[in-house]
């Protein structure tokens, strides 16, 4: 009896590139069903959110959303400012004559050494709030008496 060779066999690189097409594939499923299917879910949600608010008043423009504590929604129009919760109800408004930035500045600036560098509406623990974020801090304060409602280091 005559030794044999056994031959190995050998793949050709038609099956290389059909396994490297195969892998990318799968990648591509990974990456839309884990990365970007949350996000795609969460923007389908806002949309369904500003939609409803929208239906509620003709006239608001503006919207923005605002996490805190909880979600927000923030509108307005010629005359007031309106305030949204998640389920789009309406919390609260206020007139627009209220609106104040410069001086929620100023008192960010006076009282707690907070140099603005961006203002925006939000909603606090129980009341409308002014965000202002700048040297290295956040701070909200109240959207009508200008107290601070809460502070923290940013970076």
Same mark, same amino acid.
């Not at 929620?104 to 006076?110: F, N, P, S, V």
């Given at each position: 009896?005559?030794?044999r060779?056994k031959?190995?066999? =050998?793949h050709?690189?038609?099956?290389?590139?059909a $396994?490297? *097409?195969? +892998?990318v +594939?799968? $990648?591509? $499923?990974?990456?839309?069903?884990?990365?970007?299917?949350p /996000?795609?879910?969460?923007?389908? *949600?806002y #949309? =369904?959110r500003?939609?409803?608010?929208?239906?509620?008043n003709?006239d *608001?423009?503006? *919207? !923005?959303?605002?996490v805190?504590e909880?979600?927000? &929604? =923030?509108?307005y129009?010629?005359t007031?400012l309106?305030?949204?919760?998640?389920?789009?109800k $309406?919390?609260?408004?206020?007139d627009m004559?209220?609106? /104040?930035?410069k001086? #929620?500045?100023?008192? #960010?600036?006076?009282n707690?050494?907070?140099?603005?560098?961006s %203002?925006?509406?939000?909603?606090? &623990? /129980? /009341?409308?709030?002014?965000? %202002?974020r700048? !040297?290295?801090?956040?701070i909200? +304060?109240?959207?009508? !008496?200008?107290?601070?409602? &809460?502070e923290?280091?940013t970076?």
């Open positions: 009896m005559g030794l060779h031959r190995k066999k =050998q050709g690189t038609t099956t290389t590139i $396994l490297v *097409i195969i +892998l +594939l799968i $990648l591509v $499923l990974i990456w839309s069903e884990f990365i970007s299917g /996000n795609r879910v969460k923007e389908q *949600i #949309a =369904q500003i939609e409803k608010i929208e239906k509620k003709k *608001i423009q503006g *919207i !923005s959303e605002h805190f909880y979600t927000t &929604y =923030q509108g129009d010629d007031t309106y305030w949204y919760n998640a389920k789009s $309406l919390i609260t408004t206020r004559d209220t609106l /104040n930035y001086k #929620a500045k100023r008192i #960010a600036k006076k707690y050494k907070i140099n603005c560098d %203002i925006v509406l939000g909603y606090g &623990y /129980n /009341n409308p709030v002014y965000e %202002i700048g !040297s290295k801090k956040l909200l +304060l109240d959207y009508d !008496s200008f107290e601070r409602v &809460y923290r280091e970076q």
